[in-house]
Nanobody
């Protein structure tokens, strides 16, 4: 199983970016997909998640600015980021809680991370 993230880059404060993350490989079912981020010197934190019992959930710091969406047919999760701030600068990681085959346990998988840099 692989999660391939893309869409990061350098943007000015107030700008927008759209991240994508596609899951591939032997996958039977994806329960939840999420975006996390890790800024320099800080712990990894949840940005947004979709699916499962949580439905859609956002960190307080991104509510009203970021939107998570999911295309189940493409096994892809997106993160539309508007009104970006310098504090949003971080490496963004996608995550999937998935089942590789019917009856197998659900496991966590992570993408490689994509860097988002917001200049002031």
């Amino acid at each position: 199983v692989q999660l391939q993230a893309s869409g990061g880059g350098l943007v000015q404060a107030g700008g927008s970016l759209r991240l994508s993350c596609a899951a591939s490989g032997s996958i039977f079912s994806i329960e939840t997909m999420a975006w996390y981020r890790q800024a320099p010197g800080k712990q990894r934190e949840l940005v947004a998640t979709t699916g499962g019992a949580l439905r859609t959930k956002y960190a307080d710091s991104v509510k009203g600015r970021f939107t998570i969406s999911r295309d189940n047919a493409k096994r892809t999760v997106y993160l539309q980021m508007n009104g970006l701030k310098p504090d949003d600068t971080a490496v963004y990681y996608c995550n999937a809680w998935l089942q590789m085959s019917y009856g197998s346990s659900y496991e966590d998988y992570w993408g490689q991370g994509t860097l988002v840099t917001v200049s002031s």
